[in-house]
Each structure stands twice: as C-alpha cells, then as structure tokens.
C-alpha cells in the first residue's frame, strides 16, 4: 500500500504562486505515474497533472498549461506542482494520486491511492 500527503496549500493572491508537495511511504513509488487533481466547491474531481514514473512524460489539463509545473523526485518519493499566475478559478482542494502505468493517465478512475488533499485559495 501507498500513502501519500499533500503539503503547500495555502491561501494566495491573483497572480501568485504556489507550490504542492506529496510525499509518498508504504511502498515503492519508483515505478509509479504520479497525479494531481483538483476538486472545486460544487465540481466534480478533475485532472490537473500528471508525470510518469521516471518524469520522462508529463501531461496537463489545458487549463492550467503553461502556468503549472509538475516534477518529482523518486529518491524523495515527492512530486510536486510548481504553480504560477494562480487564478481565483484555481481554488480548490488538490490531491495527488499514484498508479502503476508506463503512461500518465487523466481520469480518477484510472488511479490506485490518493492523499487527503490540500486547500488552494486564490483571491481576486
């Protein structure tokens, strides 16, 4: 089993910056694609980010290209999500997620285990 926790959430202006750490334990991460989500008040689950497991492919929501940043580090069992010139409609709570995959899949379905979540507030 793998256990993953979320960290860097905060409270933020428009335009600000940002960036989520996940830490995994309990089991290899190494061969694992790592994800974030995000769920908004009132909204369904979506997909933010996703890298596979040796970061040599990363995909992102159109929303949030060019302005979001998704690494890891698997000596660190960490993935993380750089993000910047944060929007009031980026508010909401981010969770990352783990499956094993050689690709970086998009939909809650296709992901194993999944952290808590972390709260991002970004106002306007």
Not at 2 to 20: D, H, I, K, P, Y
Request: net charge positive; glycine share 10%; proline share 2%.
């Amino acid at each position: 089993q793998v256990q993953l926790v979320e960290s860097g959430g905060g409270m933020v202006q428009a335009g600000g910056s940002l960036r989520l750490s996940c830490a995994a334990s309990g089991g290899t991460v190494s061969d694992k694609t790592l994800g974030w989500f995000r769920q908004a008040p009132g909204k369904e689950r979506e997909f933010v980010a996703a890298i596979s497991w040796n970061g040599g492919l990363t995909t992102y929501a159109y929303s949030v290209k060019d302005r979001f940043t998704i690494s890891r580090d698997n000596a660190r069992r960490t993935v993380y999500l750089q993000m910047n010139s944060l929007k009031p409609e980026d508010t909401a709570v981010y969770s990352c997620a783990a499956v094993r995959s050689w690709k970086t899949p998009t939909k809650v379905s296709e992901y194993d285990y999944w952290g808590q979540g972390t709260q991002v507030t970004v106002s306007s």
